[in-house]
C-alpha cells in the first residue's frame, strides 16, 4: 500500500517533469519562447485544471454515493456549454475585464445551473437521487437552449462552438492561468477539508448526520465549491471528457478507497494525467492544436477497462 | 451531568394517518427501554423522532431538557448513538476505517480516531477484523464492528433499531450479549424490536425487572411494563394480535406467541 503511493506518485511526478520537453523537436533559436511562453504555461494550466477536475469527480462520487457521479450529473457543463454558445453567438471576440467573453459567459453559465442545484440540496427532505434527478432536468433544459441558439447561429459560429465543446487546453499565458489558480485553490481547499465529513457519508446520510456530520451544510458546501472549480476550469477550456470520471476510480482501483487517500491522490493524478494527455496530443497531430479532451478519453478508457477487468488481487 | 433523552407527546402525521400519537418515553444513562410492537406500530418512526431525523408534528423531543431540534448534529451525536438495522457501507472500507469515522464528532487528529477505534474493536473481540473490507464479512461480524463504531462515538445513549433482524440465532444471541455488556457498563439504551425474545440474552439473572417494556401499536403506547411483570404476556399477544406466555426456561423468561383461534 504504502510502496504502491509512493511509485504512484514518483509516476507523476516524473511525468510532469518530462512533459514539457515531449513533442515536435523545437529549432534551437526558438527553444526557449517554446518551452517558455508556450510549453511550460499549458503544462501548469494542465496540472490546475486536471487536478480540480478529478478531485470534484471524486468528492461527487463520495457525495452521491454514485460510481458515476460526475460534474456534468449536477448540470454544469450543461451550463458551461450554454453560456459559451450564446458569447460565440453574440460574437467571441468582445471581452470584459481583460477575459475572453467564451469564458466569463461559459464560467457564469456553469455556476448558474450548478447553484440552482445547490439550492435544491439544501431542501431539508432532499434525497441525492432528487439532487441526480434536478441535474439531469437543468442539463436537459440548458441543452434545449443550447439547441435553440445554435439554431441560430451561423456556420462560422458552430464551428467554434463545436471546436469547444471537445475540450481544449487554450494557447494561454500565464495571465489567464494566474486568474485561474485562486478560483481553483478555493475549490480545491475547501474540498479537502470535507474529507472526514465524506468519510462518514459511505454509511449514508442518516447515520452520517447521527454521527454528528451536518449532512445539508456539506451537501451544499460540496456541490458549490465542486461547481466553482469546474466553472473555472470549463470556462477555459471547455468541457474536457472524462477526466474527472476516470481519474478517481484508476486512483481507487490502485490505491484503495479510503477517501484521505483517494482525494488528496486524485488531485495528483488527474494534475499528472491531463499533462500527459496534453503531451500526447501534441505528438499525435503535430503542429496542430488537437482538442486534449479526444486524448483523455482515448488514453483514459482502455485503462479503465483494463483496471476493471483485471481480477481484484 | 446526566444525559436524558425526553420524549413528551410526540405526535407524527403523514397526510391523515398518523404514525405516532402522543408517545412519551424517557431514557436515562443506566436505563434499558424496550419499545415492542408489531411491523409498522410506529416504531422506526419514533426512532428517528429521537435522533432527531424527523420533527415532530406536536409533542417534544428534549436531550438534557434542550430541545432535539436546537442541537447541531454534532451536539447531538454527543448524547446519542444509533445502531441500524444494518451496516449499509457504499464501498469496501476496512472496519477500522467504518469505526474510526465513528469518531467524527471529536476534533482530533487522525491517529487519536485510529486508536480509539482499535480500542472499541477490542471491546467486542473484533480486532481481528480491522483491517478487512466491511463489505467481506458476515452479517453478524458487521453488526459486531457496528457496536465498535457505537462504542466509538462514546455517547451515554444507544438507539438500537431491530439489530439483530438480518442475523442467524448465534449471530443474535451474540449481538444481545454485547448489548447486555454496553448497558451494565453504564450506557442507557433504548431498544426497538419486535421480538421480545431477543432481550433475554442481553440480560443477567435478576436484572429482569429493571428493563422497561413499552408496547407500541398502531403509533399509540398500548401498554408501560417491565419484563419480569406476571402480565406482560397478555400485554404483549394484544400488541401483537397473538396469544403469548411467558414460560421460564434455564431461568430466564421468553415468549411463546399461539394463534388466538385455538384458545381455552
Redesign the interface.
Known amino acids: 500500500m504504502r510502496t504502491r503511493l509512493v511509485v504512484m506518485l514518483a509516476v507523476c511526478a516524473l511525468v510532469v517533469a518530462v512533459a514539457p520537453f515531449i513533442g515536435p523537436p523545437m529549432p534551437p533559436h526558438a527553444r526557449d519562447f517554446i518551452l517558455w511562453q508556450l510549453r511550460i504555461p499549458r503544462t501548469l494550466m494542465a496540472l490546475v485544471v486536471g487536478g480540480t477536475l478529478s478531485l470534484v469527480g471524486a468528492v461527487y462520487q463520495s457525495l452521491f454515493s454514485n460510481p458515476l457521479a460526475a460534474p456534468s450529473t449536477i448540470g454544469t457543463t450543461a451550463g458551461a456549454t450554454l453560456g459559451a454558445l450564446v458569447a460565440i453567438v453574440l460574437g467571441a471576440r468582445a471581452a470584459m475585464w481583460g477575459l475572453p467573453l467564451i469564458t466569463a459567459a461559459a464560467f457564469a453559465g456553469a455556476l448558474g445551473v450548478s447553484l440552482l442545484v445547490a439550492a435544491i440540496a439544501a431542501g431539508r427532505n432532499v434525497r441525492m437521487n432528487d439532487l441526480v434527478l434536478a441535474g439531469i432536468a437543468f442539463s436537459m433544459a440548458a441543452g434545449a437552449i443550447s439547441t435553440g441558439v445554435q439554431f441560430s447561429a451561423d456556420s462560422a459560429e458552430l464551428l467554434t462552438a463545436m471546436r469547444w465543446t471537445m475540450g481544449h487546453l487554450p494557447q494561454v499565458g500565464y495571465q489567464n492561468i494566474v486568474m485561474l489558480l485562486p478560483i481553483a485553490a478555493v475549490s480545491v481547499v475547501g474540498l479537502l477539508t470535507l474529507t472526514r465529513a465524506l468519510e462518514v457519508f459511505i454509511s449514508g446520510e442518516e447515520h452520517a448526520e447521527s454521527q454528528g456530520v451536518n449532512v445539508r451544510a456539506v451537501r451544499m458546501a460540496s456541490i458549490g465549491l465542486g461547481a466553482l472549480g469546474v466553472a473555472g476550469c470549463v470556462a477555459w477550456c471547455g468541457p474536457i471528457a472524462f477526466v474527472e470520471l476516470i481519474v478517481p476510480h484508476i486512483v481507487r482501483r490502485v490505491l484503495g478507497v479510503s477517501r484521505r487517500v483517494l482525494l488528496p491522490c486524485s488531485v495528483v493524478v488527474g494534475a499528472s494525467f491531463l499533462v500527459l494527455c496534453d503531451a500526447v496530443a501534441r505528438i499525435i497531430f503535430p503542429g496542430k492544436e488537437t482538442p486534449v479532451g479526444l486524448v483523455t478519453a482515448a488514453l483514459g478508457t482502455p485503462l479503465l477497462i483494463y483496471l476493471v477487468a483485471r481480477k481484484p488481487s | 451531568m446526566t444525559s436524558l433523552l425526553e420524549v413528551s407527546g410526540a405526535t407524527v402525521r403523514k397526510g391523515e394517518r398518523a404514525l405516532l400519537e402522543d408517545v412519551s418515553l424517557r431514557v436515562a444513562p443506566g436505563d434499558f427501554v424496550a419499545v415492542v410492537g408489531p411491523n409498522g406500530a410506529g416504531k422506526t418512526t419514533l426512532m428517528r423522532v429521537a435522533?432527531g431525523?424527523q420533527r415532530p408534528d406536536a409533542g417534544r423531543v428534549t436531550l438534557n431538557g434542550r430541545d432535539v431540534g436546537a442541537l447541531?448534529?454534532?451536539e447531538?451525536?454527543?448524547f446519542?448513538?444509533?445502531l441500524?438495522q444494518r451496516?449499509?457501507?457504499?464501498?469496501?472500507?476496512?472496519a477500522l476505517?467504518?469505526v474510526a469515522?465513528?469518531r467524527?464528532?471529536f476534533t482530533e487528529s487522525?491517529r487519536r480516531s485510529e486508536e480509539a477505534a482499535l480500542v472499541a474493536l477490542a471491546r467486542v473481540q473484533a480486532e481481528p477484523l480491522a483491517s478487512r473490507p466491511i463489505t467481506e464479512l458476515s452479517g453478524g461480524e458487521q453488526q459486531r464492528v457496528a457496536v465498535a463504531a457505537l462504542l466509538a462515538?462514546e455517547a451515554p445513549l444507544v438507539l438500537l433499531d431491530e439489530p439483530a433482524n438480518f442475523l442467524d440465532p448465534a449471530q443474535q444471541l451474540e449481538l444481545y450479549a454485547l448489548v447486555g455488556q454496553m448497558w451494565r457498563s453504564g450506557l442507557g439504551v433504548l431498544c426497538i424490536t419486535h421480538d421480545i425474545n431477543v432481550l433475554a440474552h442481553a440480560m443477567r439473572a435478576g436484572s429482569e425487572g429493571r428493563i422497561r417494556v413499552l408496547g407500541l401499536s398502531k403509533g399509540r403506547v398500548a401498554f408501560e411494563s417491565h419484563y419480569d411483570a406476571p402480565d406482560l404476556g397478555e400485554h404483549l399477544g394484544r400488541v401483537f394480535s397473538v396469544r403469548m406466555r411467558g414460560v421460564e426456561v434455564e431461568n430466564r423468561r421468553v415468549f411463546v406467541g399461539m394463534s388466538l383461534e385455538r384458545g381455552e
Not at chain 2, 451496516?87 to 476496512?94: A, C, K, Y
Open positions: 435522533l431525523l447541531s448534529p454534532r447531538r451525536a454527543a446519542l448513538a444509533w441500524p451496516v449499509q457501507v457504499s464501498e469496501p472500507i476496512t476505517e467504518h469515522a465513528a467524527y464528532r487522525h462515538q
